[in-house]
């Protein structure tokens, strides 16, 4: 079974500042990856998918995230934050197998101080 | 296309109620989920299906029902409510067709549920 640790339930930055929000993983068979985005009151949009094509796969609103299999990490970043990143944010796994079900992390809240 | 339809948003229910959250997809996905979501757990797996007339316990299931008599709709049924089962419910689509987890994952907007 795979699961999906999220380091930090609450992380705040500055405007303009470095969003890195970390990602671990377990899985037995090659994973697939995802960060989704949670806006207050709102459903989850989808930001980035890993899917083995490249390690570094890049989003949308200026994410990017980078697999590291020998970490077993797939952290999210954004090289400078805006007001409006500011949200919960969830990695989640998959396998390749009839159930394609998602596994989620618990979440991280990111609060962008002006 | 609408995406991934739930209803109703919000519902206030006494103990022991029963009711059904609905859930209609338009993309004719093949595989629908419900999830539910509670505060510093994620979200986690109740029920999931990968077509018509096949469903399948996920994570967390008791309590809930299944159905799935067509490909668009995916009803979730809770037949003795209890205060447990407060949550946010999200139902999820995707197909099952493709490999290599090129499958998109539709989420819903969320049925918010108290249980009194």
């Known amino acids: 079974a795979q699961s999906v640790t999220q380091l930090g339930s609450h992380v705040s930055v500055s405007e303009g500042a470095l969003v890195l929000l970390r990602c671990n993983y377990s899985?037995?068979?090659?994973?697939?990856l995802f960060w989704y985005v949670q806006y207050p009151n709102q459903g989850l949009q989808l930001l980035l998918k890993?899917?083995?094509?490249?390690?570094l796969v890049k989003g949308i609103n200026g994410f990017e995230a980078e697999f590291k299999k020998s970490e077993t990490s797939f952290h999210l970043t954004k090289p400078s934050a805006h007001m409006s990143d500011a949200a919960e944010y969830f990695c989640a796994v998959s396998v390749d197998t009839g159930r394609r079900a998602l596994t989620f992390g618990s979440g991280t809240r990111l609060q962008v101080q002006p | 296309n609408a995406g991934v339809t739930q209803t109703p948003k919000f519902q206030v229910l006494k103990t022991g109620q029963s009711m059904t959250l609905q859930c209609a997809q338009d993309m004719n996905h093949e595989y629908m989920s419900w999830y539910r979501q509670d505060p510093g757990m994620g979200l986690r797996l109740i029920h999931y299906?990968?077509?018509?007339?096949?469903?399948d316990q996920g994570e967390v299931p008791n309590g809930y029902n299944v159905s799935r008599s067509t490909t668009e709709d995916f009803p979730l049924r809770l037949l003795s409510a209890a205060p447990s089962q407060t949550s946010v419910y999200f139902c999820?689509?995707?197909?099952?067709?493709?490999?290599?987890?090129?499958?998109?994952?539709?989420f819903g907007s969320g049925t918010r549920l108290t249980v009194v």
């Open positions: 299906s990968v077509g018509a007339g096949i469903t």
């Open positions: 890993y899917t083995s094509a490249a390690t």
């Open positions: 999820a689509s995707t197909q099952t067709s493709g490999t290599g987890g090129n499958y998109g994952y539709t």
């Open positions: 899985s037995s068979v090659p994973p697939y």
